[in-house]
Every structure is written in C-alpha cells, then in structure tokens.
Nanobody
Framework: QVHLEESGGGLVQTGGSLRLSCAAS????????MGWFRQAPGQERKFVAT????????YHAGSVKGRFTISRDNAKNTAYLQMDSLKPEDTAVYYC???????????????????????WGQGTQVTVSS
C-alpha cells in the first residue's frame, strides 16, 4: 500500500508559477513510476506528466510541454510538478499517482492512462486567474 498526499496548490495569476509536491509513504517509493493528472469541472481526468522510478525518463502531455516539469527525489519520497507560465485553462484539481512499472506493466504500455496507476492522492486545487 502506498499513501500519496499532494500539496502546493493555490490561486495564481496568468503567467505565474506553482510547484506541486506529492509525498509518499508506505511501500518503497522508488519501486513506482509517478504521474500527475488533472481534472477540471465536468471533464474527465487527463494525463499531465509521468516519470520513471529513477527519474531518468520523463514524459509530458503536449498541452504542458515546455511549461511544466515533473521530477522526483527518492531520498525524500517525493515527486514534484513545477508549473510555469500558467494559463487559465490549467485550472483543475491536480492528482499524483503511483504505478508499478517494469517490462509488461500497464504503465510501460500506456503511461498516459489513469488505469495504469495503482495509487492516487486526494488532489490539490490549482486556480489560474485571467
């Protein structure tokens, strides 16, 4: 079992920055790939970014590429999402998630799919004002 807790959300103006954190407890943190998703009101949960267990490989959705950066610190059992040049359309609840990884894993095949992730946090609200 892995418990995930997000923090760092809030209200920011267009063009501003926020850094989200996802603190993990329970099973070995570096046994999991980590991901960030977001969900706006009335919309389905959408992929934002993912990072492998060691932090050597990352993948960002096209809508955030060049503005958001996912990272992790295994010594601190924490994943991060640095969000720069924020836009009103980035407004959503942001969720972190943990996925078992390795050859044959669902994460290896579909890292953008919510179903590839085994554990989820409660979410943190990000609101970008125009």
């Amino acid at each position: 079992q892995v418990h995930l807790e997000e923090s760092g959300g809030g209200l920011v103006q267009t063009g501003g920055s926020l850094r989200l954190s996802c603190a993990a407890s329970g099973r070995t943190f570096d046994a999991y790939a980590m991901g960030w998703f977001r969900q706006a009101p009335g919309q389905e949960r959408k992929f934002v970014a993912t990072i492998n267990w060691s932090g050597t490989n990352t993948y960002h959705a096209g809508s955030v590429k060049g503005r958001f950066t996912i990272s992790r610190d295994n010594a601190k059992n924490t994943a991060y999402l640095q969000m720069d040049s924020l836009k009103p359309e980035d407004t959503a609840v942001y969720y972190c998630a943990a996925a078992r990884h390795g050859d044959g894993s669902r994460w290896a095949a579909e890292p953008e799919s919510p179903s590839a992730y085994d554990y989820w946090g409660q979410g943190t609200q990000v609101t970008v004002s125009s």
